[in-house]
Structure formats: C-alpha cells, structure tokens
C-alpha cells in the first residue's frame, strides 16, 4: 500500500522541541497547480494538486479507495508517488511561486518554470508536472 497525505492546519499547531515542523505552501503563476511542503524531525514530504490536467497515470494506487491521479507527492526519501488523498493539499491562500523560482524545507526543493513544476529529494527522485504531462521519477 502506498502513502496517504494529509496537510493540514492543525498539524502546524503542535508546538515545542517533540513537534518542531514546518510547512509552506505555494501555487504556479497559472494557479493550476498548488503545493504545500511539510517537513517535522526525520521526515519531509511534498504534495502537489492539479486542479486541469490530461493525466499521463490511469491506474490506481494498490489501497487507494480516496481521490487520485491529479496529485503527486515525494518523501524526504524514496521515488515520486501517485497520492491518494482526501483532502485539497492547501488552503487557496498559498502565494505564487513564479517561474524560475525555487523552494525548499527538509531537504525537498521545487522549482517553477512556465513548463511546470517540478519538485525533488536529495536522492534526485520525485515528480515533474504540468497540464499536459506528468512524470514520477
């Protein structure tokens, strides 16, 4: 079974040494697609959301019995995923990330480009996205 994401507000109000994290959230210059990073101790993760897109994946994720196939998601470790959520990955008042820019917390960085947005680990693994194609690597 793969990995299910949730980001959430309440998950940034946890407090003190046990629960240091942190989060940020961004969308493309087009707003079709919207990202949140969430990294806390060991782990990091970032999910984006497309809300147009002619998918390049039509199969479910093994498990899967939420929404998929218009988000896409990498760990601080690992290859890039398909998510399965059930929930929007932001709030829609995330800031543009324009192109050229770039982002990054735990060890994940994404960068916009008028050809999408890509996001990796430091391994180089993760997930390149735009409308018209998407690719996990």
């Given at each position: ?48 959301d ?50 050229g ?13 008028k ?23």
């Amino acid at each position: 079974m793969r990995h299910f994401l949730t980001f959430s507000a309440a998950a940034c109000l946890l407090t003190g040494p046990a629960f240091a994290q942190d989060y940020l959230d961004f969308q493309s210059p087009t707003g079709n697609i919207k990202c949140a990073i969430y990294s806390g101790g060991d782990e990091a993760s970032v999910r984006c959301d497309m809300s147009k897109l002619t998918p390049s994946y039509r199969k479910r994720p093994a498990g899967c019995e939420f929404d998929w196939g218009s988000s896409f998601a990498v760990d601080r470790i690992g290859k890039g995923y398909l998510a399965c959520v059930s929930d929007p990955a932001t709030n829609g008042n995330e800031p543009v990330l324009g192109y050229g820019q770039s982002v990054s917390l735990g060890g994940i960085a994404c960068v916009s480009a008028k050809t999408g947005v890509t996001c990796t680990n430091a391994d180089g693994h993760g997930f390149s996205i735009a409308k018209a194609k998407q690719k996990l690597f």
